[in-house]
């Protein structure tokens, strides 16, 4: 049922996908949101922002969405956030998490952390989320793998998309991915995938150049390791 939702949007995006990158995509679908926040603008006014995430980590009482750093640095660390999931075919009604840790330096260290309460899922009587999983720590990336990510890239879109990206470059002078083609305005956030493994984050798009940057793992595992240092200070 799940493909049937999605017919439109990858049609275009994964032709040529293997059998394997649509069982990774199948998957992962059950770990992605969309987050939106309300912050004040420079001239006090109202805004919405809207990005992506995908549940990474889990305890005993929470789960852990990974996102971009740009997208709750508006809002800040506290925050309240509303997200929603896609599960089962269905979308889950706005459940509400907390921004936890945010860093966003250049496109270097552009890395967010959500925290959403399990029993929130039971409140609003909605599957909970799988938990995807990063890559390990030696694993490498080539010049021209590919891999999968998946978003919502704007806000007309209800669902998320996917697409193909071939990584063009593994890590440029400060420390990005660039792959190939450029994301869609509004994708940050998005986790990338190969084999099923987090092993990057869309963070920025260079639409004259038509390519896309991605923050790596190595940067993904240090901003974690500096959010669990910092909470038991």
């Not at 394997?20 to 679908?29: G, V």
């Not at 552009?110 to 938990?131: C, E, L, M, T």
């Amino acid at each position: 049922m799940r493909q049937l939702l999605l017919p439109l949007v990858l049609v275009c995006c994964l032709v040529g996908c293997s059998p394997a990158q649509e069982a990774q995509l199948n998957k992962a679908y059950d770990s992605v949101c969309v987050i939106s926040c309300v912050y004040a603008g420079k001239e006090g006014d109202l805004r919405i922002g809207r990005y992506s995430g995908m549940v990474f980590k889990e305890t005993d009482k929470n789960y852990y969405v990974l996102t971009c750093g740009h997208g709750p640095q508006h809002s800040g660390v506290g925050h309240k956030v509303l997200c929603h999931f896609f599960r089962d075919s269905k979308m889950s009604e706005e459940i509400e998490g907390t921004v936890v840790w945010w860093k966003c330096t250049v496109n270097a260290d552009d890395v967010g952390f959500i925290r959403i309460p399990k029993d929130s899922f039971v409140k609003a009587k909605y599957p909970a989320p799988r938990v995807a999983e990063l890559a390990s720590k030696d694993f490498l990336i080539t010049a021209n793998s590919y891999a999968i990510t998946l978003g919502r890239p704007k806000a007309e879109y209800l669902w998320p998309t996917a697409f193909v990206a071939k990584i063009t470059i593994p890590h440029d002078d400060i420390s990005c991915m660039q792959f190939i083609p450029a994301p869609q305005q509004g994708r940050s956030g998005s986790a990338i995938l190969i084999k099923n493994k987090i092993v990057g984050i869309v963070v920025a798009q260079n639409t004259t150049e038509g390519y896309g940057k991605g923050v790596r793992l190595p940067v993904i595992r240090r901003a974690w390791t500096e959010y669990i240092d910092s909470t038991y200070r």
